[in-house]
């Protein structure tokens, strides 16, 4: 079965220390992979998304995810939190060629809390 | 208004009760999704809608109807609900033809009694 793992609930990290957020899929076929962010009381809000080409892709609000085909991962970073970072992240993949119609259709993690302090 | 809304933000029900969910989208795309997150679970994507087609329906128990009348609006019809359908149900939309992240509104969050 397809399924996206996020092995971590909840990751804590010192304001301005590097933190990653972990992320392995399983997909048949090449994934294009993705990570939101979820504050309190919002919905989710998209930092990157990997299609192809370089491995090492950068998004919003500092953020950076590597992609590792051998290792069938994505792990999100950052080289130095901010309290302002702390929030839910999810991990999402779309399976090459699996979409119905002009849809996108995602497949998400169950979500990692990032917590950063001060 | 930009980007995707959604009404209520907040919603308490009873059983019995009929209620719906509004979902606006303002960025011109031609697909539309609702999506449950309960804690601790992935998100769970429930209906797809592609040009105001359906095109996904994930095995949702008919007490949740959608509708799809224009490519900006969606809803979704509650009724005779269960307190395990207590969650916070989010809208999304996307543009189709590429691979297009989605983007989403702030949620409804639902407690049936």
């Known amino acids: 079965a397809q399924s996206v793992a996020q092995p971590e609930d909840q990751v804590n990290v010192a304001e301005g220390n590097p933190l990653t957020v972990k992320c392995t899929y399983s997909v048949s076929g090449n994934p294009y992979l993705f990570w939101y962010v979820q504050y309190p009381n919002r919905g989710l809000q998209f930092l990157l998304k990997?299609?192809?080409?370089?491995?090492l892709v950068k998004g919003s609000y500092g953020f950076e995810a590597e992609f590792n085909k051998s290792q069938t991962s994505f792990h999100l970073k950052k080289p130095s939190a901010l309290v302002s970072d702390s929030a839910l992240y999810f991990c999402a993949v779309r399976p090459q060629g699996y979409y119905g119609g002009a849809t996108n259709k995602l497949i998400f993690g169950t979500g990692t809390l990032l917590a950063v302090q001060p | 208004e930009t980007g995707v809304t959604q009404t209520p933000r907040h919603l308490v029900m009873g059983m019995t009760n009929k209620k719906s969910l509004k979902c606006e989208q303002h960025l011109g795309h031609n697909a539309m999704y609702w999506y449950k997150q309960s804690a601790k679970k992935p998100l769970e994507l429930m209906f797809v809608?592609?040009?105001?087609?359906?095109?996904e329906n994930n095995s949702v128990p008919s007490r949740f109807s959608p509708e799809c009348p224009n490519s900006s609006h969606l809803f979704l019809h509650l009724h005779t609900l269960q307190p395990e359908d207590s969650a916070l149900y989010l809208c999304?939309?996307?543009?189709?033809?590429?691979?297009?992240?989605?983007?989403f509104g702030p949620g409804t969050r639902l407690t049936v009694l």
């Open positions: 809608y592609s040009l105001e087609e359906r095109v």
């Open positions: 999304a939309s996307s543009q189709g033809g590429t691979v297009n992240e989605q983007f």
């Open positions: 990997y299609i192809t080409g370089d491995n």
